[in-house]
């Protein structure tokens, strides 16, 4: 068997078109123009890359947004101030604080501090919390991606034995969440794998939709999945520069082999990566809707 491809670029694009016209709709019926700010700590290249393109997806969408550039010294109580007053202010919608922040700045208490009602991203306790019992609102993006990127290609999950492999806040834990729930495009048998789990292979084997997201590249060989398993790798792994100077990325997973016992497979670059985008770019649509009591 050779794996249907799931290509994720163009299921992100259909998103964004869809997202367009809801921008629009919103703008022409009501008047509302979401608005979401980045907040970008520091000179992290890979970060000013992600936070470009988010930016650069708002103004295709004509959701308005600003960003802030703040330097690597700033002090967290400074960080800490500028979301208080994005907090309070009544234009804004979403607020994004790119991770990873310099050392001296405790992560969760910068991600704790902004407005859940604004946690684009879904990573405040209280949206956690939400996704947990199953009153989600925003759901954090890449997790969600992989779950439309599933609905979007057909691929019953109900009953299914999901396996994730990988226990990130960010990825890992949150995406095993939304797969458990009792809801469409879930109701999975989930199991997660992590740096302790004794024999993966032999748990990875049993998976019927395998989600890998740890961070090492390849590592998922051909002899650790069953035929016809559908694999969606969230890994982004940079392997090398092209003579051409473009970062060279492979995923978690040993595509080449093990598309050829998969039914399914993402590929990286152009599987989850560009759903992680859409998904920001729906919750920030999302937020502007509850904000004014629109459907
Ligand atoms: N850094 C890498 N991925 C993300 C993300 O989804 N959100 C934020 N805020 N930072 C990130």
Known sequence: MTAQIIDGSAISKTIIEELKQEVARLKEDHGVVPCLVTILVGNDSASQVYVRSKIKMCNYLGILSKQIDLPE??????????????NVDPSIHGILVQVPLPKHIK?????FAIDPDKDVDGFHPTNVGRMV???????????????????????ETKGAHV????????????????MVQKALGANATVTICHSATKDIASITRQADILIVAMGKPKYITADMVKDGVVVIDVGVNQIGISPAGKRILCGDVDFENVKEKAS????????????TIAMLMDNTVRSAKIKYNLD
Do not use: D, W
């Open 107 to 111: 992560e969760n208490k910068v991600l």
């Open 163 to 178: 396996v994730v492999v990988g226990r990130s806040n960010i990825v890992g834990k949150p995406v095993a969440n939304i």
């Open 264 to 275: 399914y497979i993402t590929p990286v670059p152009g599987g989850v990566g560009p759903m």
């Open 73 to 86: 010294e700033t002090s967290e109580e400074e960080l800490l101030k500028v979301i208080k007053q994005l």
């Open 133 to 155: 019992i199953g009153e989600p609102v925003f759901l954090p993006c890449t997790p969600h991606g992989v779950q439309v990127l599933l609905q979007r290609s057909n691929i």
